[in-house]
């Protein structure tokens, strides 16, 4: 093979056979899109021994794309209940999922994983150290940090968050400012507390060329992790996300020179009013790499509702920027999610996900909601349901309480608007032949 990367073959003017699927999902020009991974604009994360993926692009001008958080945590060692809620986010649809596991041996699970999932799978190497590595923390070292990427790596994971942008400057921006509610990356927090127990920068900035090139040998996209987003609205877009921002910028430049693939993470929780200028911040300083973000949460108020605070504000970045939604469920703050979690949390990320992209212009968004309208105005609900995003709820909620004419609901009856204008010959009220696509 004459190149190791997809950004390394969209420099040298090749099409890949990943960006050929890419450009027939997105209806783009395979030339279009080479030239944007060539840039680092839109990134295809696709592990070489990922043989399962079904490669999706992530960027610039392309729908925007949704993670599943998964993974077992001590106190929730269910393996069998994580591949069920693997398999909800694959019939979903979602283009991604994250092993977050943090206790014991996690690679069984995930080699379990990237040998069925056609989604994208990203890992964060900070929180299987200890496992992996069977030693306290502590006892870790730099280059035993590096070791724990590699393993991913060779696994076939496809991007991974590395907190390479809390160095020692950064730190002492936030340091300097303080925060109501400090770090609350946990891979962050763990770096963190390494570097101030050691005294030492952090490994993943001192020793970058050498995680580079350990991805660059994979294709494993590098997502460069928010060690310092903010836990809450009253710590948004404050010296310590900025600076660690503007580091990650610079470790974009560096990532794409060794022909790494680049995402950068963002916030976090943050008011509505701030997102839309934190998206344009982001781009800007990190020179329109594509932009994964965790929320933004718009109020911290909402435990057991945070899919909707999330969703929210997801919404508001994707329209303005970011290409990449990571959902947050129900559980979030509270607990690890369970099926019914999950599924909400999945729901909520795409409702936020298509909704930007209607707003952003993306070709054919419109197409299925004008399907939807139509069937609407036909009152179809076999069709109604084809259409809709959680097919099975709609379908339930219907039939939950069915009305007594099924060209109506339960709530209006035969004060149906729909039902009352068919039933009128005014063929000028409709649009049959521009909706019925």
């Not at 600076?243 to 020179?257: K, M, P, Q, Y």
């Not at 939604?325 to 990320?349: K, N, W």
Request: net charge negative; aromatic share 6%; proline share 4%.
């Amino acid at each position: 093979m004459i190149y190791k990367t997809q950004m390394e073959a969209a420099k040298k003017g090749i099409i890949t056979k990943e960006m050929g699927i890419v450009s027939d999902k997105e209806n783009i020009e395979a030339e279009k899109l080479r030239q944007k991974v060539a840039e680092g604009s839109v990134c295809i994360p696709a592990n070489v021994n990922h043989k399962a993926l079904s490669p999706e692009g992530i960027g610039s001008g392309l729908r925007t794309k949704i993670n599943v958080n998964l993974g077992i945590s001590g106190d929730c060692k269910n393996y069998d209940m994580e591949m069920k809620k693997v398999q909800m986010a694959i019939d979903f649809g979602c283009e991604a999922i994250m092993d977050l596991s943090n206790y014991g041996k996690t690679n069984t699970f995930r080699q379990e994983l990237i040998g069925m999932s056609p989604a994208m799978i990203g890992t964060v190497p900070m929180y299987d150290a200890i496992g992996y590595l069977e030693k306290d923390l502590l006892e870790i070292t730099a280059k035993d940090f590096l070791k724990v990427v590699e393993a991913h790596a060779k696994e076939g994971v496809d991007f991974q968050t590395i907190h390479a942008g809390i160095n020692k400057r950064a730190i002492e921006a936030f340091k300097r400012q303080g925060r109501l509610t400090n770090i609350v990356s946990r891979g962050g927090s763990l770096l963190f507390a390494w570097m101030e127990m050691t005294g030492n920068e952090n490994p993943f900035y001192e020793y970058y060329d050498e995680v580079l090139d350990i991805l660059r040998e994979y294709d494993v996209t590098i997502s460069l992790g928010d060690a310092l987003r903010p836990g809450s609205i009253n710590d948004s877009t404050d010296a310590g996300q900025i600076s660690e921002l503007i580091e990650l910028g610079a470790l974009t430049e560096r990532a794409w020179a060794k022909d790494v693939q680049v995402m950068v993470e963002g916030p976090g929780h943050m008011a509505m009013n701030e997102i839309a200028a934190n998206m344009t911040v982001q781009k800007r300083l990190c020179h329109n790499a594509p932009f994964y973000v965790l929320g933004p949460l718009v109020t911290d108020i909402a435990p057991g509702y945070d899919h909707i605070t999330s969703a929210i504000g997801g919404a508001i970045a994707a329209a303005n920027g970011a290409d990449f939604l990571c959902y947050v469920t129900p559980a979030e703050h509270l607990r690890l999610p369970d099926e019914s979690d999950v599924r909400e949390g999945i729901v909520a990320s795409k409702i936020a996900a298509h909704a930007a992209d209607i707003a952003k212009g993306i070709p054919n968004a419109r197409d299925i909601d004008n399907k939807m309208s139509d069937a609407r105005r036909r009152v179809d609900w076999d069709e109604m349901f084809k259409y809709a995003i959680d097919p099975e709820k709609a379908k339930a909620y219907f039939e939950s309480t069915p009305p007594k004419d099924r060209h109506t609901c339960s709530m209006c009856g035969k004060m149906c608007a729909m039902r009352t204008t068919n039933t009128v010959s005014y063929t000028h009220l409709t649009l049959p032949t521009i909706l019925r696509v």
